[in-house]
């Protein structure tokens, strides 16, 4: 059983960095996507950013694109998310996942999720 374990979140003003991490354990052999996902209060489920485990390879939602930055670790089977220049509008619980497919950006294509790092952006 593949497990995920999304850690790093916390508040901050607008402006800060942020990172938060995913680290992976059970066996990941048939993971070859791990993406971060958002959840604002009352709004769905938001895709932000994904990376390739065999090639590093990585895409974002339009809204953080310039900003966030997904990259990994393989000796610790980590994926981190660096997130600057937050906004107000960046608050969300995010969430970690991985899928078996190359690429995705649809969470119902996703397997194992983490329990998710609350993200709060005020002054």
């Known amino acids: 059983q593949v497990q995920l374990v999304d850690a790093g979140g916390g508040l901050v003003q607008p402006g800060d960095s942020l990172r938060v991490s995913c680290t992976a354990s059970?066996?990941?052999?048939?993971?070859?996507?791990v993406g971060w996902f958002r959840q604002a209060p009352g709004q769905g489920r938001e895709f932000v950013a994904a990376?390739?485990?065999?090639?590093?390879?990585?895409y974002y939602s339009d809204s953080v694109k310039s900003r966030f930055t997904i990259s990994r670790d393989n000796a610790k089977t980590t994926v981190y998310l660096q997130m600057n220049n937050l906004k107000p509008e960046d608050t969300a619980i995010y969430f970690c996942?991985?899928?078996?497919?190359?690429?995705?950006?649809?969470?119902?294509?996703?397997?194992?999720w983490g329990q998710g790092t609350q993200v709060t952006v005020s002054s």
């Open positions: 059970g066996g990941t052999f048939d993971l070859y996507t």
């Open positions: 990376i390739s485990w065999l090639d590093s390879y990585t």
């Open positions: 996942a991985a899928s078996d497919l190359l690429r995705s950006t649809k969470y119902t294509e996703y397997d194992f």
